[in-house]
């Protein structure tokens, strides 16, 4: 007979391997352009000029398209017709609210103003991520995980409807009002509310609206195994193709700040790593206190620890611009999320095992 620990070992095994080339190795492919980007930068240095040559707002027109290509895919995943079901749960409900919209932006605040005081920009572009709660890649690692797939699909849904409403509200206390309740300076800060609105409207409103009614045209004409399993496999690789166009132009534009001050570059990542590890261990411990069980602890865990990278390089580039020390910092942010969170899969499953076996073993006794 083959252990109940045997069998999770199995199964997270064949989960892995379930990862696709593109996921597999996202950190290499955003180094990849990274790499492209600066080498683009040296050789084609009128690049700025022929970007800013069409705009939509500050943003220009080829930046402003790679971003929504960023997004669309991702929100023509998300379930929306099952989001009632979720309240069938309201401890899960009450802590992904809770660890989401309080714990996460409260605790990105602070690692920011920890590690980067003296650095404004990238201290805004650290807050900006932390605002922007994870609709994308947790699906991943919670399906890696072995978490609660359904669950998950629910809190993305959720997530994404309160960042269209919420996000410029948060966006303002955080870099504003909060930052004057502790005497903190904020004259370095400069946006307005309508800016950040602006933003997430046209880069997470329009492809919100598209992926829904996608979904839902879909679902009606084709039905669901013809929607997720042959229409969003065709679709989805899209997602990193915006992405990794938008670092390319960003590093083209970048390259002599960036290659010059290599520095900066780490004291970005270090609180992002703070961050994640914080952000998980205590999803993951609420979760298992609250006896909501291990799939959905690590459901818990994944859709609090992640962020929409996405969203904050779109408001970032948005509101401060494609050069902005802003825009850097959500762009350094992936290539630190995608590592950190593969290894919190590990960590997930080692746990599961132990949670497997002592329930095995306290079986045995009785």
């Known amino acids: 007979m083959i252990s109940a620990p045997a069998t999770a070992a199995h199964e997270e095994q064949a989960l892995l391997r379930r990862l696709s080339v593109l996921d597999r190795f996202l950190p290499a492919w955003i180094l990849a352009a990274m790499v492209v980007g600066l080498l683009l930068g040296r050789l084609v240095p009128s690049l700025q000029g022929a970007l800013d040559s069409v705009k939509v707002g500050q943003t220009s027109l080829p930046i402003a398209l790679g971003l929504l290509l960023m997004m669309y895919p991702v929100l023509a995943k ?178 002599k700040a960036i290659t010059g001050d290599p520095v900066s570059v780490m004291r970005i990542a270090l609180p992002l790593l703070a961050y994640f590890a914080i952000m998980w261990s205590v999803s993951f411990f609420l979760g298992t206190r609250a006896r909501l069980g291990y799939p959905k602890s690590a459901t818990l865990a994944f859709t609090a620890a992640g962020n ?16 902005s020390g802003q825009a850097l910092a959500g762009v350094i942010g992936p290539l630190i999320e995608v590592p950190a969170l593969v290894a919190l899969v590990y960590v997930s499953l080692w746990l599961r095992r132990r949670l497997v076996r002592s329930t095995t073993s306290g079986q045995t006794r009785e």
């Not at 401890?91 to 932006?105: A, E, M, Q």
């Not at 929409?308 to 050069?323: K, M, P, Q, R, Y």
């Open 308 to 323: 929409n990278f996405e969203l904050a390089i779109a408001v970032s580039i948005g509101v401060w611009g494609v050069t």
């Open 78 to 255: 998300v379930r929306y017709e099952e989001m009632g079901h979720v309240t069938g749960d309201r401890r899960l409900l009450v802590l992904s609210l809770l660890l989401n919209w309080l714990i996460g932006p409260a605790l990105m605040f602070t690692l920011a103003w920890v590690f980067l005081a003296d650095q404004p920009t990238f201290r805004t572009g650290l807050i900006v991520i932390g605002l922007a709660r994870c609709i994308a890649m947790v699906l991943v690692w919670n399906d890696l995980a072995c978490g609660d797939r359904e669950a998950a699909a629910l809190l993305v849904a959720i997530n994404s409807i309160f960042q269209v409403l919420t996000y410029a509200l948060l966006g303002t206390f955080y870099l504003k009002i909060l930052p004057g309740w502790l005497g903190l300076g904020t004259e370095d800060v400069r946006f307005s509310t309508s800016e950040i609105t602006k933003a997430v409207l046209i880069f997470l409103g329009i492809p919100l609206a598209a992926g829904y009614l996608t979904r839902r045209i879909g679902l009606r004409a084709k039905g669901r195994d013809w929607y997720e399993q042959k229409f969003l496999p065709k679709i989805g690789p899209f997602a990193l193709y915006g992405l990794l166009f938008t670092i390319v132009v960003m590093f083209a534009l970048q390259g």
